[in-house]
């Protein structure tokens, strides 16, 4: 059914026109006690939208919208293992990965979270042998590094979050290699030692270009590093799907690390993905991730629909996007050991809810996802905060925020909570010409100084970074994403944009190689690039 002739959506629209003229200063005169009333707590966090343009009565029609778009029957039929990724036919249960041990989702007669344990153990143990030091590399020396090789949902992940619990390293120094681009390989591998590297490769299908590309050059640096005739098996390990293609690698049975069809690559990270988490941050640590995955996802699937983090947050979404027509949103954690966590976020929301079919096949009425980006605060604050606050695009921001560093330095961290505050204030309010003048600003300076303000922000908080908030977090963008997919009634869990251009370039390589002269079926402005681009490397 499209969403827009649901009653709920139609009363949103009634409303859109109103929140169009009006300015948050008029919501904020109407309920001054807003700071008080508009937040929700979950899994240690607190969703916060006292700033967002969303008036209680937008907010009882948006979880109208929800019970209409039959949220909670949908998030059963996740939990449950029903095949809800449609084009591909596949259940979507990554929630399995995190689930208590004891907890049961059977799916074609197999429980999922039996197998899900039964790797979690094999890689546990793994760990252990490892950072003991009686896992060995090829000639007895310890793992020192780890290097993962990935893209995608097999890369970005695991990158975030071993960035994000930096200062709990113990174990194995992780690099991640990623991009085709052999300069990528080039500079991961620059000063790390054969002997006692560890090379994970990552990958759900075992397929990917890019990443096969790299692992051959990393098997290659591993045979030219070693000792002639060395066991060049002990470095290797594959995380992957595909068991058969990881042995025809020549991984041997016994180290690869499963995951399963119903493991969509960028909801991977709970999976053997991330074992280079684990052996980086040790297992207790990655241990405690998990929880924190698995009481968000406790909430989510408990908690009622108006006191339920990711409902709400994927209501804000959907009310920016479709009703405020809001095209970005920035995502600014002011915790610098989150700045790979947009990249993240880039691939969970656009590639999930990067859609213009419904899951009927018929095309969207509505917009989907909005561009997703991101930075760090205070970092961004001098650099783009500046269309931020007087653009003429408007952006929804998430601030995300922690009562307390990582770090022994309380009165610094204050420094970064005041500029947190800050900027989300000035989002809101802005600053008219009136303050200025009354401030005494230069008539001729006052339209320049003017910060219309009316951006929406959602301020995202917890008391300190840990595994346990970490994982919660990724859970809580997981399952907004999937609301906002259910609302749009889009399948957020297939990718088929990303597969064409993966085919054409796989054409095009014997063209630049020069091993085959491009055909009648390349268009003439590829083929004229090509020339270029071959005469360019082969000139002087
Ligand atoms: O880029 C598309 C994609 O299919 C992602 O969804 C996935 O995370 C990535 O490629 C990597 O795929 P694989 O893990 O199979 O190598």
Not at 31 to 59: F, I, K, N, Y
Not at 92 to 108: E, G, I, K, P
């Amino acid at each position: 059914m499209d969403v827009t002739t649901l009653p709920s959506w139609q009363k949103l629209t009634a409303h859109a026109e109103r929140a169009r003229s009006e300015h948050f200063r008029d919501l904020l005169e109407r309920r001054p006690e807003r700071g008080r009333t508009c937040h929700l707590q979950g899994a240690g966090w607190t969703l916060d939208w006292s700033r967002q343009r969303v008036s209680a009565e937008v907010m009882s029609d948006l979880l109208a919208l929800a019970f209409d778009r039959g949220i909670s029957t949908a998030t059963e039929a996740m939990f449950t293992g029903q095949r809800i990724n449609t084009t591909e036919n596949r259940s979507v249960l990554h929630t399995a990965l995190r689930a208590n041990a004891h907890d049961s989702v059977v799916v074609d007669g197999v429980d999922c979270v039996k197998e899900s344990q039964a790797v979690l153990g094999a890689m546990r143990a793994f760990t252990e042998r490892v950072l003991s030091g009686d896992e060995v590399g090829a000639t007895g020396q310890r793992f020192t590094d780890v290097v993962n090789i990935g893209i995608g949902g097999s890369d970005l992940g695991p990158v975030m979050v071993t960035q994000a619990l930096k200062d709990l390293q113990g174990g194995l120094a992780p690099h991640f290699i990623s991009n085709v681009d052999p300069t990528d390989a080039h500079e991961k591998l620059r000063g790390l030692n054969p002997h006692t590297t560890l090379v994970l490769i990552a990958s759900k299908t075992f397929t990917t270009t890019e990443t096969m590309a790299n692992a051959r050059l990393v098997r290659t640096w591993l045979e030219a590093g070693l000792p002639r005739e060395s066991n060049i098996g002990a470095h290797l390990v594959a995380l992957s799907t595909a068991v058969d293609l990881a042995e025809e690698f020549g991984i041997s049975e016994d180290r690869v690390f499963g995951f399963w069809d119903w493991v969509g690559g960028r909801y991977s990270v709970g999976s053997a993905i991330g074992l280079s988490v684990m052996l980086a941050v040790g297992v207790s640590a990655f241990e405690e991730f998990l929880a924190g995955m698995r009481d968000m996802d406790i909430h989510f699937r408990t908690a009622e629909l108006a006191n339920n983090l990711p409902v709400v947050m994927a209501l804000l979404g959907v009310w920016n996007r479709n009703f405020l027509n809001i095209p970005t949103r920035a995502v600014l954690p002011y915790e610098q050991y989150l700045h790979r966590l947009p990249a993240y976020l880039q691939q969970l929301t656009m590639e999930s809810n990067g859609k213009r079919v419904a899951a009927d096949g018929n095309a969207v009425s509505i917009e989907t996802a909005p561009v997703l980006w991101g930075e760090p605060g205070t970092n961004g604050q001098h650099s783009f905060h500046q269309l931020i606050h007087q653009g003429t695009q408007p952006v929804a921001c998430d601030i995300i925020v922690f009562s307390q560093s990582r770090h022994d330095a309380a009165r610094q961290h204050a420094t970064l909570v005041a500029n947190a505050l800050a900027q989300a204030q000035v989002m809101a309010l802005g600053r008219s010409a009136s303050e200025l003048h009354a401030a005494g600003v230069a008539p001729d300076l006052v339209e320049h100084k003017v910060m219309p303000g009316n951006r929406p922000c959602t301020l995202l908080w917890s008391k300190v970074l840990t595994p346990h908030s970490l994982g919660a977090l990724v859970a809580l963008y997981e399952h907004a994403t999937f609301v906002e997919g259910v609302i749009w009634g889009i399948n957020s869990f297939d990718q088929w944009g990303v597969e064409y251009g993966k085919e054409v370039a796989t054409r095009l390589v014997p063209f630049i190689t020069g091993d085959d002269r491009p055909d009648s079926a390349v268009p003439e402005f590829t083929s004229a690039s090509i020339a270029q681009l071959r005469s360019l490397a082969e000139s002087d």
